[in-house]
């Protein structure tokens, strides 16, 4: 059963998505276009994607300030696309190889075959760089975890555990006391999660500033492309096995 904040933030994310769908069909459109004449048409689509992107992470930190584990088991999202999550969301470096895989594949009218070998060294810098950033967030993610189990959690649970034993009056007062400890625990993890969170738009930050705009355009659709796909993908298997069930 989903909780209220739950419901919201499906609400709101099927919603985005919707809308990203619609972006889409309107960038494919524009890709189309194998020249540079509609340059300031690019910037404004990229713009326009971009300022839906942040739009997202502004609604994800503010719900994830009331409830950041609804955004590590997040329920509007189907197990496929909950497999593949890194700290809530997309992998930085994923940016770098779904690049790298445009350019080997080498798709008639893609922009990004042709980056000239300036725009690849400063690529590669910023990938060498992000994957610093991102090694920071997963150290930061392991201590947050291994603190579960420091000397304070450990006493506590043993207090918990002698008290709902025990069934004396000591049950609220310690429950309390983990009610403070959680409430610290939580508050790392929405940290984390943020950290997380800078690192994914830095990186598209990054990405598109060495990019033209026809192919900052040709990036962006293929990102939104992958994320819409994924989560089809993962609604229809979810549909086929809940038949299998019946």
């Not at 088991?73 to 497999?83: I, K, M, T």
């Not at 403070?180 to 950290?195: D, F, P, Y």
Request: proline share 2%.
């Amino acid at each position: 059963m989903k909780t209220e904040l739950e419901e919201k933030f499906t609400l709101f994310f099927e919603k985005w998505v919707f809308q990203l769908e619609e972006i889409l069909q309107v960038l494919l459109k524009v890709s189309k276009d194998h020249g540079n004449s509609h340059e300031a048409e690019n910037e404004a689509w990229v713009a326009k994607l971009t300022t839906h992107h942040k739009d997202y992470y502004t609604a994800k930190w503010a719900a994830a300030h009331e409830d950041v584990l609804a955004f590590f088991s997040p329920v509007w999202l189907s197990p496929l696309e909950n497999a593949y999550l890194w700290i809530t969301g997309w992998k930085p470096s994923m940016a770098f190889r779904l690049i790298e895989s445009r350019r080997q594949t080498g798709s008639p009218g893609s922009s990004l075959a042709d980056m000239t070998e300036e725009q690849l060294k400063r690529i590669e810098a910023l990938r060498v760089k992000i994957r610093v950033e991102e090694e920071k967030v997963e150290r930061e993610m392991e201590r947050q975890q291994v603190s579960m189990a420091d000397r304070r959690m450990v006493e506590l649970a043993r207090a918990s555990s002698r008290a709902q034993r025990n069934g004396d009056a000591a049950v609220s007062q310690v429950d309390g006391l983990v009610e403070v400890a959680l409430k610290s625990l939580l508050g790392g993890l929405e940290r984390v999660m943020k950290l997380a969170d800078c690192v994914r738009l830095k990186t598209m930050k990054g990405v598109l500033e060495v990019l033209s705009p026809k192919q900052c355009v040709d990036f962006l659709t293929s990102t939104s492309m992958l994320q819409i796909q994924m989560r089809k993908w993962g609604e229809k298997r979810d549909q086929s096995r809940h038949l299998d069930t019946e």
